[in-house]
């Protein structure tokens, strides 16, 4: 579902558009643009969500969500990776995942 940003202030309550609009030229939150309106993805609308949490609930300032935002969108990164490699394992044979799984055990030795 695409949001337009009065739809995006009225699901987050606690942003106001000058707050958004900020986020936005500080490269935190990317929605798509078509001329002057921006719409927002679901995705868009979490990030706005956390980063209001981050802000509002945790008292974040702008260099500690500058720090925290990256190291999130990394972990999300690898957790999708992860499950694609994952998904591309449950495709191959018996043999090939019980090798695997014995390469990725912990050695006692080491």
Known sequence: MIHREDEVLTIVRQVDRTELTAWIEHGWVLPSRQGDACYYTELDVARV???AEMRHDLSLDEDAIDVVLPLLDQVY????RLRAVLDALGGESEPVRQRIRARLRPNPES
């Open 49 to 51: 969500r956390l980063i």
């Open 77 to 80: 990164d690898l957790r999708g």
